[in-house]
Structures are given as C-alpha cells and as structure tokens.
C-alpha cells in the first residue's frame, strides 16, 4: 500500500480554503446568507480567523515559500484578474511607457514617498522563481525580479501604529451606479516585511508585462494569487480596515473572500 504523505504547504493550502470554500465556490445555497452581518458570514469569518492564526503557528513569521530553477518554467505566466486596464488614465501612462507613474506611500509613515519606476529599480532587487497558485483551482511557475516591499518600507519610517500595508491599483475591478471601483488589498506588516514579498517589475527576464500587472505588481509568496495586487500606484500604511471599502481589507475580501488567504 502506498504511504500517504502531504507536505505542510499542502496542509495550508486546505486548512485555509476548507471552510471559506463554501463562499469562494459560488454555491447559490448559500448567497443569501452571505451578506455583510449574516450569521454565516460571520461564522465563515471567524474559522478564517483560526486558520490564519493556525498557518502562522505552523509555517512561523519567516518560512520561505518553495523556490524553483528556471527548468521548472514550462509556460508564460498566466495571466489572472483583469488583464488589459480599460482606464483613461492607465492608458495615458502606458503610452508614455509608464514615465509620469510614480508609486506613492503615506499614510502612518514618518517620510511619505513618491518613487519613480527608476528609483525602484536602483534599489537592491530580489529575483526568485515561484508558483503562482489561483484561488480558481490553476497554478504557474515564473520568475519575479523586483524590490523587497520591506526595503520600501524603511526608507519611508513606518510609524509604530501602523498595521497593515493597503494596496490601491489603477484597474477598476467594478463598475457600479455608485461608481468605479479600483482594485484594493492588503496584507499585515509581517508579510509586508517577508523577504520574499516584492514589488515587481520584471518577469521572466523582460519587464512586466500589462496583462501580468504593468509597471508593479505585489508578490506575496505565501499567499493565493488575489492577495498580489496588480497595477499598483499607492501603498498606505494603516492601522484599521474600517473606513476602506466594506472594512474587510480588500475587494475579494469585502465579497467574501479570506482575508488571508495563505497557502
């Protein structure tokens, strides 16, 4: 008989998504009982509350993700979420080449910073060889060059009330009567500050590309593929989710998704 065996990123893998599967796999049952305040919802909540708290106990603050070779890269990565902003002001960078983009920090920091894709690139760069794992079930193997979020964050002092890291994209993820929505995320200063969590700029060895996220992307190693933010312009250091969005960290989070989301 074959000996079973499963790998602790695998356990992960299941202990986050085993509860929270029941909102991210759509079922209609459940839809009405989904909204913000439901008792379901709340309850889903809470056991991604634990199983957050349980990957941290298992995986601890610093574990790295699994690294690869570039003999493992068998395709072009696959793109995920939008993949061609349709924003006037998106497009007006891209036809500069990103030129006049700048990627700002403020919020709880001591030096807000206003940084031009150059100055990232100067900086000390981290390149590494990842899978890419979608909460839609699929997963990739890439090489991301870019420079360690961490790096940032120190040059901009972040304040000792400070949080969590939220991400603001360019990409309007929804169109409502209320009007657009631009992707948000966030993550708390431990992955902020993980030394495989990089702001990327490069893919495979060529600059990023626009359906991969152009100029910057978030890599965040641990965690599933909706938790990276694309098309990133503004990172806000904070120290509550309240007032941003529906005050559950995130666009996918404020429809139901895992805060979390790690792996």
Partial sequence: MAKFQISRRKFLTTASL???????????????????GAALRSFLESANNLTWRAQRLLAGHDALAPE???????????????????????????????????????????????????????????????????????????????????????EAVVKPQARYVMFHCLDTI????????????????????????????????????????????VRVERQLGYKMPKYLYKIELIDSFANLGGGKGGYWEDNGYDWYGGI
């Fill in 18 to 36: 085993g509860v929270s599967g029941i909102v991210l796999s759509g079922c209609d049952a459940f839809d009405s009982q989904l909204g913000t």
């Fill in 68 to 154: 690869f070779t570039e003999a493992d890269i068998r395709q072009p990565q696959r793109p995920n979420g939008v993949t061609a902003p349709d924003d006037d002001f998106y497009k007006g960078l891209l036809a500069s080449d990103f030129a006049d983009w700048r990627l700002e920090v403020s919020g709880l920091v001591e030096k807000p910073l206003s940084l031009t894709r150059e100055q990232l690139m100067n900086m000390p760069s981290r390149t590494q060889i990842t899978r890419h794992d979608c909460v839609e079930g699929w997963s990739c193997i890439a090489k991301w060059t870019g420079t360690r979020l961490s790096l940032v964050l120190d």
């Fill in 174 to 217: 929804d169109r409502s009567l209320s009007g657009d929505i631009k992707y948000y995320g966030s993550i708390d200063l431990i992955d902020a500050r993980h030394p495989q969590t990089i702001l990327a700029y490069g893919l495979n060895g060529q600059p990023l590309p626009v359906e991969n996220g152009a100029p910057l992307r």
